[in-house]
T-cell receptor
Framework: DTTVKQNPRYKLARVGKPVNLICSQT?????MYWYQKKPNQAPKLLLF???????READTFEKFQSSRPNNSFCSLYIGSAGLEYSAMYLC????????????FGPGTRLTVL | GEQVEQRPPHLSVREGDSAFITCTYT??????FFWYKQEPGASLQLLMK?????EINEGQGFTVLLNKKDKRLSLNLTAAHPGDSAAYFC???????????FGLGTRVSVFP
């Protein structure tokens, strides 16, 4: 099974409120990723977990937090949503290494009002 | 930062014709390259990964060519059929960073 699951598929949030998105995989992959995709833009890496080590991209460091309670689950947390957070959030997983293919979930579409 | 330029953004082809998509990249450390296909409402699905230069890689109904000298990656959908209608994304990775850098995507429509 090469499925990556994401919940919820659609999320509506108010400006200033927190948002928590969930991702899970059962492939025993050691690395899990979160990407943000906005219309007419390329998917952009936000952060990734290698095992229990969190790596956040420099330009989104303060905007997103994440946790990985076990190998299968990874969350993306926004403490205070702004309008600019409206986007599709894609979760992916892989084994370690740049050559490893990443398996993607269907995404969560977040709309901030 | 490093970028991947993907063209064209939209492509409309007749069934049976070819659809050609090109990506150019700037990162000299780019080493691994991927093509993903995304049908409406579905996940990104890996079509192929390549890392050998100037080699034609054949898949089911498509070919991929990587030219590291020109920093160019291409996808050719041969004899397109309606099931090829989707968004296609190229992506590159390297040994120094775990994440992928994606192109903007190409939306392909195959009409009868």
């Amino acid at each position: 099974d090469t499925t990556v699951k994401q919940n919820p598929r659609y999320k509506l949030a108010r400006v200033g409120k927190p948002v928590n998105l969930i991702c899970s995989q059962t492939m025993n992959h050691d690395t899990m990723y979160w990407y943000q995709k906005k219309p007419n833009q390329a998917p952009k890496l936000l952060l990734f977990y290698y095992d229990k080590i969190l790596n956040r991209e420099a330009d989104t460091f303060e905007k997103f937090q994440s946790s990985r309670p076990n190998n299968s689950f990874c969350s993306l947390y926004i403490g205070s949503a702004g309008l600019e957070y409206s986007a599709m959030y894609l979760c992916a997983s892989s084994t370690t290494g740049g050559a490893s293919e990443q398996y993607f979930g269907p995404g969560t579409r977040l709309t901030v009002l | 930062g490093e970028q991947v330029e993907q063209r064209p953004p939209h492509l409309s082809v007749r069934e049976g014709d070819s659809a050609f998509i090109t990506c150019t990249y700037t990162d000299p450390n780019s080493y691994y390259f991927f093509w993903y296909k995304q049908e409406p409402g579905a996940s990104l699905q890996l079509l192929m990964k390549v890392f050998s230069s100037t080699e034609i890689n054949e898949g089911q109904g498509f070919t991929v060519l990587l030219n590291k000298k020109d920093k160019r990656l291409s996808l050719n959908l041969t004899a397109a059929h309606p099931g090829d209608s989707a968004a296609y994304f190229c992506a590159e990775g390297n040994n120094y960073a775990q994440g992928l850098t994606f192109g903007l995507g190409t939306r392909v429509s195959v009409f009868p």
